[in-house]
């Protein structure tokens, strides 16, 4: 059975910085493409950073450019989303998805999620 766990989010000051994982059990990332996406209460879903099979990544908001970063370990079968300088703003349930394509569309498979509060 195809799942992803995530795992990292808390709470964190303004400033501060986060590592969330995403692990996937039951199949292997190899040739999936991994996203991040995070739904802050009241708001949409929205994507946040993607890397391909290849190993090409997008950050996807403008806002999270320079602040996000997003790595695969396929030895580890996670996928790492680094945030840095956090804002109240980012502050969100975070989940991972992957896509069987390789390429950053039509995520079939979705995680829990794990939140990520940004407060002082």
């Known amino acids: 059975q195809l799942q992803l766990v995530e795992s990292g989010g808390g709470l964190v000051q303004p400033g501060g910085s986060l590592r969330l994982s995403c692990t996937a059990s039951?199949?292997?990332?190899?040739?999936?493409?991994i996203g991040w996406f995070r739904q802050a209460p009241g708001k949409e879903r929205e994507g946040v950073s993607c890397?391909?099979?290849?190993?090409?990544?997008?950050n996807y908001a403008g806002s999270e450019k320079g602040r996000f970063t997003i790595s695969r370990d396929n030895a580890q079968n996670t996928v790492y989303l680094q945030m840095n300088s956090l804002k109240p703003d980012d502050t969100a349930v975070y989940y991972c998805?992957?896509?069987?394509?390789?390429?950053?569309?039509?995520?079939?498979?979705w995680g829990q999620g794990t939140q990520v509060t940004v407060s002082s």
């Open positions: 890397i391909r099979s290849t190993g090409a990544s997008t």
């Open positions: 039951g199949f292997t990332l190899d040739n999936y493409a």
């Open positions: 998805a992957a896509a069987r394509s390789g390429f950053c569309f039509d995520f079939g498979s």
